[in-house]
């Protein structure tokens, strides 16, 4: 019994220490000094110091959260189209235009959306966009086509019209698999961001952009482990969300 309640709670005082490390590296870096100076060489500073990490953080977020949402509404606006009557048709061209995003390398949209839109944090938003299209358009695709058959013909008995059953009932349905989809498209977003700084946008690649040049391990250290630390804080977030929405249609269509 002991043993199960280790292993039921474990998971959950793992990711809290995890959230008290970033927020404290974040806000007081100057803490973990002592534990990076020995990646340095020639007196190097061990903190990076051309800005703040917490500022850069937050810019990161907000990059990866813009780009997300408006991938989603794109993703899902389109698997709603091809999964009506009249869109079917524009399935194969509708896969296409998804798969954009993945048959170019980052750095290539990057270095084709300068010329148009300029330096700094637009040529970032673009790939972004195109990169977290395919996940959440594929699971969206699968969640509006695999709806119980039983429930989507109950709701057309009931005289709903094409738009309610639509919104009552099959997106709240194809939630949690739409979600698997955001979760994945974040994750890919989170890392894909810090190479828009790059091209002058404000992300936590500077931190790792500026180790790379200065031969600095502790800031690309930082900078690597800020990132993989957001994405499993936020995947694990968006799992239990997933999770918990998962249960709550299962319930209401028991």
Do not use: C
Not at 29 to 56: C, D, H, M, R, V
Not at 116 to 144: M, Q, R, S
């Amino acid at each position: 019994m002991k043993e199960a309640g280790v292993k039921a709670w474990l998971p959950s005082l793992l990711r809290l220490v995890l959230v008290v490390l970033l927020v404290a590296f974040v806000t007081n870096p100057g803490w973990f000094e002592p534990l990076l100076k020995p990646l340095t060489e020639n007196n190097a500073p061990a903190i990076y110091n051309q800005g703040s990490l917490l500022t850069l953080t937050l810019l990161h977020l907000r990059t990866v959260l813009i780009a997300t949402v408006a991938a989603t509404i794109v993703a899902v606006a389109l698997a709603i189209l091809v999964t009506r009557p009249a869109g079917v048709e524009f399935l194969p061209l509708s896969r296409s235009l998804v798969n954009i995003g993945q048959t170019f390398p980052p750095v290539a949209v990057l270095a084709l959306a300068v010329p148009a839109v300029g330096f700094g944090e637009k040529p970032t938003l673009i790939a972004l966009f195109l990169y977290g299209l395919l996940p959440i358009f594929e699971n969206a695709l699968t969640g509006l086509t695999t709806l119980p058959a039983n429930v989507v013909e109950a709701a057309r008995g009931a005289g709903m019209t094409g738009w309610q059953r639509l919104v009552q009932v099959e997106l709240p349905l194809s939630a949690p698999i739409i979600l698997g989809g955001i979760r994945l498209s974040v994750v890919i977003s989170l890392a894909t961001a810090t190479i828009g700084s790059t091209v002058a946008a404000r992300t936590l690649g500077e931190v790792i952009i500026a180790g790379l040049l200065s031969n600095n391990l502790a800031f690309v250290l930082q900078g690597g482990l800020i990132v993989a630390a957001l994405a499993v804080l936020i995947y694990d977030g968006l799992s239990a969300i997933e999770r918990y929405t998962a249960r709550r249609m299962g319930q209401e269509t028991a």
